[in-house]
């Protein structure tokens, strides 16, 4: 057993060296990106520096042409950062629920109780993925449309599976259509040969209950 955990481990370990390795190449691409705009917008700005008293149509031209390479580097910023977040995210689940928690708890309308029971830094990083995930939609949902004052977010381990529930006060929900938020969670829990099922919670509300094998007992 000792040499499947240092396996595992071993597992982990690399997994979370190519996370690192994921990060630099899209810091490299970040940089890369906005070194060509910016110079791009530079050479834009100096012709229209020449031309902007002689030649009011040229000019126009290249505000126009410098207004879309703005904008297309406005695009990739965002689709870098994202990537770049998500990565972070990844790296640091436990600092990331936390984050997520606290920029819902801003007042007392709202309150997120979040319990975990273990390290949830160890996990694989696709079961890291879920879970984040899955908390993000169903945080979000919880407020949305459940008009929940009170999200509830459990993480255990139990005979090396994670059980991972998810509940809100919210409004009844008698009658559950699967929308494309869920449809999206039971396709990452299947996926990763879990389990997850949706229904009321008591006395009132909703929740979601997964459970997924994850091969190592890692508790604390």
Not at 15 to 44: A, V
Not at 51 to 78: A, C, M, N, W, Y
Not at 166 to 187: F, M, P, T
Request: glycine share 4%.
């Amino acid at each position: 057993m000792t040499k499947v955990e240092q396996l595992q481990d071993y597992s982990n370990q690399i997994k979370e060296l190519t996370l690192i390795e994921e990060r630099q190449r899209i810091s490299q691409n970040l940089h890369d990106m906005l070194g060509h705009s910016l110079i791009g917008l530079r050479l834009h700005l100096d012709a229209l520096n020449q031309f902007i008293d002689t030649d009011p149509k040229k000019s126009h031209q290249i505000l126009d042409k410098s207004k879309g390479i703005i904008d297309h580097s406005l695009v990739e910023l965002r689709e870098t950062v994202n990537e770049l977040k998500e990565t972070k995210e990844l790296a640091d689940l436990n600092s990331a629920l936390e984050e997520l928690g606290n920029s819902i708890s801003v007042t007392d309308k709202v309150k997120v109780n979040l319990q975990k029971y273990f390290d949830v830094n160890r996990l694989d990083i696709s079961v890291k993925d879920l879970i984040y995930k899955t908390s993000q939609e169903f945080i979000t949902n919880s407020i949305k449309h459940g008009q929940s004052s009170l999200i509830t977010i459990k993480l255990r381990l139990k005979n090396q599976t994670l059980i991972f529930n998810l509940s809100n006060n919210g409004l009844d929900a008698n009658n559950i259509v699967a929308s494309n938020g869920l449809k999206g969670i039971e396709h990452r829990v299947k996926n990763l040969n879990g389990t997850v099922s949706f229904s009321s919670n008591q006395p009132s509300g909703f929740k979601t209950d997964i459970t997924i094998p994850i091969g190592v007992k890692i508790n604390d």
